[in-house]
C-alpha cells in the first residue's frame, strides 16, 4: 500500500545543485523513518541521509554540510537538497521508507554530475 515516487534528477555541472522529490502515498512520515540511498556504478548501495518520525537527522560523512534531507507534511512529500555536487554523487537515488530489511522504495531517479 505504501508507494513511493521519486523526480528531480537529471545532469549537472560539479558545483551545482539538484532538488530531489519523493512522494509518498499518503502520510506515512509519521510511522516510517524516511530515507534517502543511492547506489553509483561498481559500488555498494550507500545510506545518504535519514530523517526518523521522531525528528532525528543523519548524513554519510561524505555529503555532510552539502545535502539536506526533509519534508512537507502538507504535501506527503520528502526532499534531498544537494548542493557543491561533485562527480562523486554520481548515482541512482531511492526513496526508502522503513529501512532495507521491510521497508519500501522508490523506483530511482538518475543524478549525474559532469562538466
Known amino acids: 500500500q505504501v508507494q513511493l515516487v521519486e523526480s528531480g534528477g537529471g545532469l549537472v555541472q560539479p558545483g551545482g545543485s539538484l532538488r530531489l522529490s519523493c512522494a509518498t502515498s499518503?502520510?506515512?512520515?509519521?510511522?516510517?523513518?524516511m530515507n534517502w540511498y543511492r547506489q553509483a556504478p561498481g559500488k555498494q548501495r550507500e545510506l545518504v541521509a535519514t530523517?526518523?518520525?521522531?525528528?532525528?537527522?543523519n548524513y554519510a560523512d561524505s555529503v555532510k554540510g552539502r545535502f539536506t534531507i526533509s519534508r512537507d507534511n502538507a504535501k506527503n512529500t520528502m526532499y534531498l537538497q544537494m548542493s557543491s555536487l561533485k562527480p562523486d554523487d554520481t548515482a541512482v537515488y531511492y526513496c526508502?521508507?522503513?529501512?532495507?530489511?521491510?521497508?519500501?522504495w522508490g523506483q530511482g531517479t538518475q543524478v549525474t554530475v559532469s562538466s
Open positions: 526508502n521508507a522503513g529501512g532495507i530489511v521491510a521497508g519500501f
Open positions: 499518503g502520510n506515512i512520515f509519521s510511522v516510517y523513518s
Open positions: 530523517s526518523t518520525s521522531g525528528g532525528s537527522i
